[in-house]
Protein backbone atom coordinates (compact mmCIF):
# COMPACT_ATOMS: atom_id res chain seq x y z
CA UNK A 1 0.00 0.00 0.00
CA UNK A 2 0.89 3.54 -0.94
CA UNK A 3 2.79 5.30 2.31
CA UNK A 4 -0.49 7.89 2.89
CA UNK A 5 -0.34 11.06 4.96
CA UNK A 6 -4.05 12.59 5.47
CA UNK A 7 -4.32 16.15 6.24
CA UNK A 8 -7.01 17.72 7.95
CA UNK A 9 -7.54 21.16 5.50
CA UNK A 10 -10.48 23.76 6.08
CA UNK A 11 -7.86 25.76 3.06
CA UNK A 12 -6.82 28.45 5.77
CA UNK A 13 -3.12 29.12 6.06
CA UNK A 14 -2.72 27.41 9.19
CA UNK A 15 -3.85 23.97 6.99
CA UNK A 16 -2.33 25.32 3.89
CA UNK A 17 2.03 24.91 5.66
CA UNK A 18 0.37 21.97 6.99
CA UNK A 19 0.00 20.76 3.63
CA UNK A 20 2.96 21.83 2.24
CA UNK A 21 4.88 19.97 5.16
CA UNK A 22 3.16 16.68 4.59
CA UNK A 23 3.83 17.10 0.95
CA UNK A 24 7.59 17.14 1.54
CA UNK A 25 7.19 13.64 3.57
CA UNK A 26 4.62 12.05 1.19
CA UNK A 27 7.02 13.30 -2.07
CA UNK A 28 9.95 11.39 -0.17
CA UNK A 29 8.53 8.32 0.34
CA UNK A 30 6.26 8.54 -3.47
CA UNK A 31 3.41 8.34 -1.16
CA UNK A 32 0.25 10.01 -1.62
CA UNK A 33 -1.86 12.34 0.71
CA UNK A 34 -5.24 12.50 1.20
CA UNK A 35 -6.93 16.43 1.77
CA UNK A 36 -9.63 15.71 4.35
CA UNK A 37 -12.62 18.20 5.99
CA UNK A 38 -15.58 17.14 8.55
CA UNK A 39 -18.03 19.51 7.25
CA UNK A 40 -20.69 20.54 9.46
CA UNK A 41 -23.66 22.43 7.98
CA UNK A 42 -23.33 26.45 8.90
CA UNK A 43 -27.39 26.23 8.86
CA UNK A 44 -27.42 23.17 11.14
CA UNK A 45 -24.58 23.15 13.20
CA UNK A 46 -23.28 26.73 13.33
CA UNK A 47 -20.73 26.74 16.61
CA UNK A 48 -19.52 23.38 14.45
CA UNK A 49 -19.11 24.98 12.04
CA UNK A 50 -17.30 28.02 13.15
CA UNK A 51 -14.39 25.67 14.79
CA UNK A 52 -13.94 23.19 11.92
CA UNK A 53 -14.08 25.60 8.51
CA UNK A 54 -13.47 28.91 9.60
CA UNK A 55 -14.25 30.39 5.22
CA UNK A 56 -16.93 30.90 4.17
CA UNK A 57 -18.37 28.74 1.72
CA UNK A 58 -21.64 28.31 0.11
CA UNK A 59 -22.10 24.60 0.39
CA UNK A 60 -20.21 21.46 0.64
CA UNK A 61 -19.78 20.89 -2.76
CA UNK A 62 -18.06 24.78 -3.01
CA UNK A 63 -15.93 23.24 -0.82
CA UNK A 64 -15.42 19.62 -2.40
CA UNK A 65 -14.38 21.65 -6.04
CA UNK A 66 -12.11 23.54 -3.74
CA UNK A 67 -10.19 20.91 -2.91
CA UNK A 68 -10.30 18.95 -5.72
CA UNK A 69 -8.71 21.85 -7.06
CA UNK A 70 -5.66 22.18 -4.49
CA UNK A 71 -5.58 18.77 -5.02
CA UNK A 72 -5.18 18.81 -8.70
CA UNK A 73 -2.01 21.87 -8.03
CA UNK A 74 0.03 18.87 -5.83
CA UNK A 75 3.27 17.07 -7.20
CA UNK A 76 1.92 13.69 -5.93
CA UNK A 77 -1.35 11.48 -5.72
CA UNK A 78 -4.15 13.30 -3.79
CA UNK A 79 -7.30 12.35 -3.19
CA UNK A 80 -10.26 14.82 -1.30
CA UNK A 81 -12.57 13.72 1.17
CA UNK A 82 -15.67 15.79 2.33
CA UNK A 83 -17.01 14.25 5.05
CA UNK A 84 -20.43 15.00 6.44
CA UNK A 85 -19.97 12.36 9.46
CA UNK A 86 -18.95 12.56 12.92
CA UNK A 87 -15.41 13.30 13.12
CA UNK A 88 -15.10 9.81 15.28
CA UNK A 89 -16.51 8.11 12.49
CA UNK A 90 -14.96 9.82 9.49
CA UNK A 91 -11.57 8.80 11.34
CA UNK A 92 -12.63 5.26 11.36
CA UNK A 93 -13.16 4.75 7.83
CA UNK A 94 -10.23 6.86 7.04
CA UNK A 95 -8.07 4.42 9.04
CA UNK A 96 -10.06 1.36 7.27
CA UNK A 97 -9.46 2.81 4.13
CA UNK A 98 -5.77 3.95 4.04
CA UNK A 99 -4.00 3.02 7.39
CA UNK A 100 -2.10 6.38 6.89
CA UNK A 101 1.09 7.08 8.47
CA UNK A 102 0.01 9.85 10.07
CA UNK A 103 -2.62 12.50 10.41
CA UNK A 104 -1.16 16.32 10.26
CA UNK A 105 -3.12 19.19 11.19
CA UNK A 106 -1.87 22.80 10.99
CA UNK A 107 -1.90 25.27 14.02
CA UNK A 108 -2.79 29.07 14.15
CA UNK A 109 -1.76 31.21 17.17
CA UNK A 110 -1.67 29.47 20.68
CA UNK A 111 -4.10 30.10 22.87
CA UNK A 112 -6.76 31.27 20.13
CA UNK A 113 -7.77 28.43 17.18
CA UNK A 114 -5.60 25.83 19.00
CA UNK A 115 -7.66 25.67 21.82
CA UNK A 116 -10.78 24.76 19.50
CA UNK A 117 -8.88 22.65 17.38
CA UNK A 118 -7.78 19.90 19.92
CA UNK A 119 -10.92 18.83 20.80
CA UNK A 120 -12.17 18.48 17.86
CA UNK A 121 -9.95 17.04 15.94
CA UNK A 122 -6.48 15.81 18.04
CA UNK A 123 -7.90 14.40 20.65
CA UNK A 124 -10.32 12.29 18.97
CA UNK A 125 -7.81 10.97 16.13
CA UNK A 126 -5.46 9.78 19.23
CA UNK A 127 -8.05 8.17 21.61
CA UNK A 128 -10.44 6.64 18.36
CA UNK A 129 -7.57 5.32 16.06
CA UNK A 130 -4.39 5.69 18.26
CA UNK A 131 -2.51 6.92 14.96
CA UNK A 132 0.58 9.01 15.17
CA UNK A 133 -0.71 13.11 14.69
CA UNK A 134 1.73 16.09 13.46
CA UNK A 135 0.87 19.38 14.02
CA UNK A 136 2.53 21.98 11.95
CA UNK A 137 2.33 25.69 13.51
CA UNK A 138 1.64 28.20 11.40
CA UNK A 139 4.73 29.97 11.98
CA UNK A 140 7.23 27.25 10.42
CA UNK A 141 8.69 28.13 7.51
CA UNK A 142 11.50 25.50 7.01
CA UNK A 143 10.59 23.90 3.62
CA UNK A 144 13.42 21.48 3.92
CA UNK A 145 12.54 17.62 5.29
CA UNK A 146 13.38 17.25 9.12
CA UNK A 147 17.02 16.83 9.96
CA UNK A 148 17.25 17.10 13.90
CA UNK A 149 14.86 15.50 15.82
CA UNK A 150 14.43 15.51 19.98
CA UNK A 151 12.44 12.76 21.47
CA UNK A 152 10.82 13.66 24.41
CA UNK A 153 10.98 10.69 27.12
CA UNK A 154 9.72 10.52 30.86
CA UNK A 155 11.53 8.00 33.83
CA UNK A 156 9.03 5.61 32.49
CA UNK A 157 9.56 2.59 29.67
CA UNK A 158 7.20 2.23 26.76
CA UNK A 159 6.15 0.39 23.88
CA UNK A 160 5.01 1.85 20.62
CA UNK A 161 1.30 0.58 18.68
CA UNK A 162 1.69 -0.81 15.39
CA UNK A 163 0.68 2.80 13.54
CA UNK A 164 3.44 4.64 15.67
CA UNK A 165 5.97 2.19 14.27
CA UNK A 166 5.07 2.06 10.35
CA UNK A 167 6.66 4.91 10.50
CA UNK A 168 10.34 3.70 10.31
CA UNK A 169 10.09 3.78 6.88
CA UNK A 170 9.99 7.52 6.89
CA UNK A 171 12.57 7.94 9.35
CA UNK A 172 14.80 5.04 7.87
CA UNK A 173 14.75 7.72 4.70
CA UNK A 174 15.18 11.11 6.57
CA UNK A 175 18.38 9.51 8.60
CA UNK A 176 17.87 12.59 11.32
CA UNK A 177 20.49 13.29 13.93
CA UNK A 178 17.93 12.74 16.96
CA UNK A 179 18.92 13.37 20.56
CA UNK A 180 16.82 12.11 23.77
CA UNK A 181 15.48 14.55 26.48
CA UNK A 182 15.20 14.10 29.62
CA UNK A 183 13.88 16.72 31.55
CA UNK A 184 13.91 16.47 35.96
CA UNK A 185 12.65 19.41 38.37
CA UNK A 186 15.21 18.30 40.12
CA UNK A 187 19.00 17.17 41.34
CA UNK A 188 20.13 13.84 41.51
CA UNK A 189 20.40 11.02 39.81
CA UNK A 190 19.65 10.33 36.14
CA UNK A 191 15.85 8.68 35.57
CA UNK A 192 16.30 8.65 32.20
CA UNK A 193 17.22 4.68 31.71
CA UNK A 194 13.92 3.44 31.24
CA UNK A 195 12.93 5.87 28.51
CA UNK A 196 15.76 5.70 26.71
CA UNK A 197 15.90 2.02 26.98
CA UNK A 198 12.77 2.04 25.51
CA UNK A 199 12.95 4.56 22.58
CA UNK A 200 16.55 2.39 21.32
CA UNK A 201 14.51 -0.40 21.76
CA UNK A 202 11.87 0.86 19.30
CA UNK A 203 14.63 0.97 16.61
CA UNK A 204 12.66 3.69 14.81
CA UNK A 205 15.64 6.38 14.83
CA UNK A 206 17.96 4.29 14.33
CA UNK A 207 21.16 3.21 16.62
CA UNK A 208 21.31 5.60 19.44
CA UNK A 209 24.69 6.39 20.93
CA UNK A 210 25.90 6.81 24.65
CA UNK A 211 25.99 10.24 24.02
CA UNK A 212 22.31 11.10 22.36
CA UNK A 213 21.26 11.74 25.82
CA UNK A 214 20.55 15.43 26.93
CA UNK A 215 19.60 16.27 30.24
CA UNK A 216 18.02 19.17 31.38
CA UNK A 217 17.01 19.86 35.51
CA UNK A 218 15.53 22.46 37.75
CA UNK A 219 12.83 23.16 35.23
CA UNK A 220 9.42 21.74 34.55
CA UNK A 221 8.89 18.92 31.63
CA UNK A 222 7.22 20.92 28.71
CA UNK A 223 9.52 24.64 29.63
CA UNK A 224 12.40 21.92 29.39
CA UNK A 225 11.54 19.95 26.47
CA UNK A 226 10.89 23.51 24.78
CA UNK A 227 14.44 24.91 25.66
CA UNK A 228 16.14 21.86 24.89
CA UNK A 229 14.64 21.62 21.58
CA UNK A 230 15.54 25.61 20.99
CA UNK A 231 19.14 24.66 22.02
CA UNK A 232 19.53 21.81 19.98
CA UNK A 233 18.26 23.84 17.08
CA UNK A 234 15.52 20.92 16.39
CA UNK A 235 13.01 21.37 13.44
CA UNK A 236 10.44 17.90 15.05
CA UNK A 237 9.98 17.55 17.95
CA UNK A 238 8.39 13.65 19.07
CA UNK A 239 6.51 13.05 22.72
CA UNK A 240 4.57 9.76 23.60
CA UNK A 241 1.29 9.41 24.51
CA UNK A 242 0.74 7.11 26.85
CA UNK A 243 -2.92 5.18 27.22
CA UNK A 244 -3.98 6.03 30.37
CA UNK A 245 -3.56 9.85 29.20
CA UNK A 246 -6.66 9.16 27.36
CA UNK A 247 -8.52 8.71 30.29
CA UNK A 248 -7.29 11.30 32.12
CA UNK A 249 -7.39 13.84 29.44
CA UNK A 250 -4.24 13.68 27.17
CA UNK A 251 -4.87 18.00 26.16
CA UNK A 252 -5.59 18.87 29.70
CA UNK A 253 -2.94 20.32 31.49
CA UNK A 254 -0.58 17.91 30.17
CA UNK A 255 3.21 18.05 28.83
CA UNK A 256 1.58 16.90 25.59
CA UNK A 257 -0.64 19.39 25.77
CA UNK A 258 1.42 22.39 27.05
CA UNK A 259 4.18 21.37 23.79
CA UNK A 260 1.19 21.76 21.38
CA UNK A 261 0.34 24.83 22.08
CA UNK A 262 3.15 26.53 22.68
CA UNK A 263 6.01 25.02 20.30
CA UNK A 264 7.37 27.01 18.05
CA UNK A 265 8.30 24.05 15.69
CA UNK A 266 5.97 20.75 14.57
CA UNK A 267 5.47 18.10 17.08
CA UNK A 268 4.98 14.55 16.25
CA UNK A 269 2.69 12.35 18.49
CA UNK A 270 3.67 8.58 19.14
CA UNK A 271 0.39 6.82 20.73
CA UNK A 272 1.89 3.94 22.73
CA UNK A 273 0.25 0.55 23.81
Known sequence: MQPTFVVFTDL???AEVALKYATRLATELAGRLVLLNVYQDPLLEPESAMITMPLVLESRQQLKAALVQRAQQLPIPTETIVSAESLEATIAEVVKRYHPLAFVLGREHPESFLDRLLPYQAAPVLQAARYPVLLVPECWRDTQLPSRLVVAIDEDSFWLTMPSLALGTLMARLRPTTTIVHVTPHDGPSLAEAGL???????LFGVLPNDSLYEVRGEAPADGIARA????QADLLVVMARPHTFLGGLFHRSVTERLLRRSSRPVLVLPTT
Open 229 to 232: AQEL
Open 197 to 203: QSVRRTG
Open 12 to 14: SEP
